[in-house]
């Protein structure tokens, strides 16, 4: 018989059975279609050299009038702004305390007792102290004065640091340190960290250890939630939110010097939210939106959460938030859904999701100032980050599946609905995120997955957009922001124990290692729908090597042969060929009822053959023949 061409589909398909797939893709990791075909995903780099504390669980980029760009970091324990390679903590203070702490340490011990009453720290907090002077042996001036994180709250008036150097390293106190530390010291608490963890309700036994009355159900705060970071910008000024917790703006002007200051504590400020879920600015009417904020009591805030109160601001002020017949602040609330969980700015609109439902947000103008339509119930939003803005509408993820917006609400067709949401662990599901990936017209979906069981982000699975298809993969990652303001899209990660950021699209390469365990695998392959046998004997590949510019290395990538005569039988590997630029045909030996082709990374050649190039599936042709029934 001549060579078979074989044509596969594009996209993965696990809702089928690997038999009925016949002519189609089963299984993969990082690997695209682009324009049909299979290939290597792009590689990614570290951005810089340094790095920052706690997971970076949201991204925003933004250009100042002096065309400086920034790109806001909200991690698990931090907020930074990067300007070039360098990070620049603007956490907001929660306290200052003057002249009131002291310190106690202990003869070959390095950690130190702090006093300071009603310092309202809970554990990983950050404190940073000044004035203090040595305790009189190895716990020197130096080492006290500097920014640490709180060890064990040991009570409202007391908690432990481990003492350190400038360097990092660990101080261990002798026995002539029985100071304490003088009678100036300062601390400047930056706020609460929160969870980096998800924890579902607001109970008993919800949030950080010691931060409530013992017995009592916790209130909405940015203590029994995720930390999660909203951020937007109101002109030049970034505005900040972290779930569950207070409203703060970072003046650009000030310089990255500066911290974000609570927004409601500004001079000018009228009744701003103290407390929220979400901060978006709506851009053509110039309002600054709050979801979850806490409602108007009199002449003040209550300080309590209302999860589904939008508040907004007066047009052109962020600080004006009381609603008068003079300008066209006011809030609403929503009723379908028990709490918001995200918004999102889209085409003329802000898209609102609770956990059951959609609204949509549009300004009409004064007396009501906007108008908010209940769009879909059904399909509320399964994180904050779970949806995203594409050219042709707005992608988004609920519990049980994908949706689509454009006007109206749409579940998309998917090929891989199961085999993701079955894998999805709900109980972490806020760290979902979606990301774009506009120069592929691609969809990212990130997931923490049941079968890794590490309760964080460990697999994805994108929807081209353009050509309609999906696929999947097993990547960390922690937030993502497309390519636009910045040349490649970024994302949160970590490496060697530290969290930095990374370009993707940059390269072929796992930063500076080979990208490993690429493949993908095709559905089960027959004759006469699997009544005779087949015997395979030639394999001519079709591949195209895209090297890095000026490498001098060797590119390959195996075809690995499988084989079995049931669908439900385990599948045998028969052969396992290498493929390189130079070669035309590979002999092999099989016989079967149902042949698979499987096309991976050659991990097993050296590090350098391994780095700098991707591979692009073609139209691969097989000596397929009939061999008899038996």
């Not at 959609?358 to 980050?385: C, D, H, Q, R």
Request: hydrophobic letters at 35%.
């Amino acid at each position: 018989m001549p060579l078979t061409k074989v044509e596969f589909r594009a996209g993965i398909n696990k809702e089928e059975t690997d038999y009925a797939n016949s002519g189609g893709w089963v299984d993969g990791n990082l690997i695209r279609f682009r324009k049909g075909r299979a290939e290597k995903v792009g590689g990614w780099f570290k951005r810089g050299t340094n790095t920052f504390l706690g997971i970076g669980r949201a991204l925003h980029s933004w250009i100042s009038l002096a065309a400086t760009r920034y790109i806001g970091i909200g991690t698990t324990l931090k907020y930074y702004v990067a300007e070039g390679d360098n990070y620049y903590d603007i956490t907001p203070i929660r306290k200052t305390s003057t002249n009131s702490i002291t310190f106690a340490a202990t003869n070959g011990s390095s950690t130190l007792t702090v006093t300071d009453a009603s310092h309202g720290a809970v554990n990983n907090d950050f404190v940073t102290i000044s004035g203090a002077v040595s305790l009189g042996g190895l716990i020197t001036a130096d080492v006290l004065n500097q920014e640490y994180q709180i060890s064990l709250v040991t009570g409202t008036n007391t908690y432990e640091i481990t003492a350190k150097d400038t360097s990092g390293a660990t101080v261990t106190a002798n026995s002539s340190d029985t100071g304490n530390g003088g009678s100036g010291v300062d601390g400047s608490y930056q706020i609460n960290v929160g969870l980096d963890t998800y924890v579902q309700g607001t109970g008993w036994g919800v949030g950080t250890w010691g931060s409530g009355t013992w017995g009592s159900a916790s209130a909405v705060s940015a203590l029994n939630q995720l930390r999660i970071w909203t951020h937007d910008n109101f002109g030049e000024n970034l505005i900040i939110n972290v779930r569950g917790g207070g409203i703060y703006r970072w003046v650009e002007d000030n310089g990255t010097s500066t911290r974000a200051q609570e927004l409601s504590g500004v001079t000018g400020a009228n009744l701003v939210p103290t407390i929220a879920l979400q901060v978006i600015t709506s851009e053509t009417d110039r309002h600054l939106i709050v979801l979850g904020a806490d409602p108007i009591s009199g002449s003040s805030r209550t300080g309590v959460i209302d999860p589904m109160l939008v508040a907004f601001s007066s047009s052109e002020q962020d600080l004006v938030f009381e609603p008068l017949a003079t300008n066209s602040a006011g809030d609403v609330r929503l009723s379908s859904g028990s709490f918001i969980v995200g918004g999102l700015k889209s085409r003329q609109e802000i898209l609102i999701w609770t956990d059951t439902s959609l609204y949509s947000m549009n300004f009409i103008g004064p007396p009501l100032t906007f108008a908010v339509n209940l769009i879909n119930e059904g399909s509320g939003l399964i994180s904050p980050k779970g949806a995203v803005n594409a050219p042709n509408g707005v992608y988004f993820a609920s519990k049980t599946g994908f949706y689509f917006y454009n006007g109206s609400v749409q579940k998309l067709p998917c090929t891989v609905q199961e085999y993701v949401f079955d894998d999805l662990d709900l109980g972490q599901a806020f760290k979902c995120f979606m990301g774009l990936n506009s120069e592929f017209g691609e969809m990212w979906f990130f997931y923490p997955s049941i079968t890794d069981g590490t309760g964080e982000i460990s697999r994805y699975v994108i929807y081209n957009y353009e050509e309609n298809h999906w696929s999947i993969g097993n990547l960390v990652r922690y937030s993502w922001l497309d390519a636009g303001i910045e040349d490649q899209p970024i994302a949160g990660v970590t490496t060697s124990s530290t969290q930095c950021l990374f370009n993707h699209e940059v390269g072929f390469d796992d930063y500076e290692d080979p990208m490993t365990g690429v493949f993908i695998e095709s559905g089960d392959l027959d004759i006469t729908e699997g009544e005779n046998f087949a015997f395979v004997k030639r394999i001519i590949p079709d591949v195209a090597f895209v090297k890095t510019s000026g490498s001098t290395n060797t590119p390959a990538m195996n075809i690995v042969l499988k084989r079995r005569d049931f669908p439900n039988q385990t599948l045998t590997t028969d052969s396992t060929t290498q493929v390189t630029e130079s070669s035309t045909l590979s002999n092999v030996r099989s016989r079967a009822r149902q042949v698979v082709l499987r096309f991976e990374s050659d991990d097993d050649a050296t590090t350098d053959d391994q780095l700098g190039y991707k591979w692009r599936l073609g139209s691969t042709r097989i000596d397929l023949q009939p061999s008899g029934r038996r």
